[in-house]
């Protein structure tokens, strides 16, 4: 067999300078120069902070849908013609709209982004159409083992904290009016602290004039703060939340993480990768190669404005529950028992700084990264810098990281599964809650 040859030497991401400005109005806007594509990218993203999220859920669904000038079949007709797209999302931090279209069109764009904004009406028919899908998604969704046990770990979590209940109830989306969604989209989709990042290979200055046209004169919405800082960790019990008649448990393993800006995120992040944030991890090779425990187990650190926290998901059959747990528990206390290799750590080193590269490649990617990084309070270049960082990361980096983070020990674990068929070997492992 041939050996795979040795990376190349790494080299300097290219990451383009950006312009920025403000208007008048408060809306801050960062224009991305990219190479010739042809395309404009557009994103603006609003404070969400404290919003309830089945009427911030709903707004997203239901804000496209029609407004004084255009109805949802012309918003759909005019964005095709303009080789373009429109999006709203919802998040507990944030409200999005963003878009893309021909450079050509960027101006048809912004007008129509503008159209949204200020004349969004949320016409009865359609309104109650979108209304009825999303609570027949969340019903679906309520029987799902993913959703239940997501939102038990966060309330276990974050139990008094927004964080803690993001995803709403097809119950909760139910209750939820025209006129709290109208009234959500006043306060908030103003330019006031708003941010517009814009990606595209249009020169600056002409971007900044079309936006300073359209936008200029924008107005409306109020200053929310944004969510406060989670809480210190606290170490909890095991829950066990029953599940009639389950075949199978979903285990949530929760550590607690720094953020981006921490010196450590780089070492955390490799120290996540080498755990199980990819397939060639040790979670993957232990639970799904080496058992046969399960089919797709995995980690994630996730970033969010609050805060940051590393889970690990794991689902598997009743009768291997507690093994999988407790190999899970070994794993990440592996990291400090048996530190990783150079050989390792070097491939989740490439895998980090190859999966940057992959995704600053595109243009959408970039316009993503950009916008995620906004929410942070940081700029595009941070990427670069973090690229440096992830190339000084030692073994030791990782190993120290691992012993004072991601540890059983500090771990908040959330089972959903039947009760009957798991109490008696997850006992074994340490005290247990039942919800």
Known sequence: MTAIPALGPETALPLSVPVETTLDNGLRVTVYPHSATGLVDAGLRFNGAGAPMAAADLLASTALTGTADLDQEAIAARLQGMGGSLGVGSSADHLTLRGSALSENTAGLFDTMAD????????????????????DSLSVAEKE???????????????????GHQDPT????EAVTQADVAALHRDRLGP??????LVADTDPDVLLSQVKAIFGEWDGGRAFPPNAALPAWQKKPLLLRHRDNSVQSAIRVAAPAVGRTHPDNAAQQLANLVYGGYFSSRLVANLREEKGYG???RSSVHHRPAGSVQVSYVDV??????????????????LTANPPTRDELDQARN???GSLRLALASQGGLAGYATTLAADGLPLSWIGEHAENLQRVTVDDVVRVAGER??????VTVVLGDRDATAAGLADLGEIEEA
């Open 116 to 135: 949204i904004l200020t004349g969004a009406r949320y016409p009865e028919h359609e309104f109650d159409t979108e209304q009825k899908r999303l609570v």
């Open 145 to 163: 083992a993913s959703y239940v046990v997501g939102r038990e770990l966060n309330a276990r979590l974050w139990p008094d904290h927004p964080y």
């Open 170 to 173: 097809s119950a909760e989306v």
């Open 192 to 197: 006031d602290g708003a941010e517009f990042i």
């Open 295 to 297: 089919y797709s187990p």
């Open 317 to 334: 059959a009743n009768d291997v529950t507690a093994p999988a747990l407790e190999e899970t528990y070994r794993e990440l206390d592996g």
């Open 351 to 353: 895998y980090a700084l």
């Open 406 to 411: 991601l540890s059983s020990a500090q771990s």
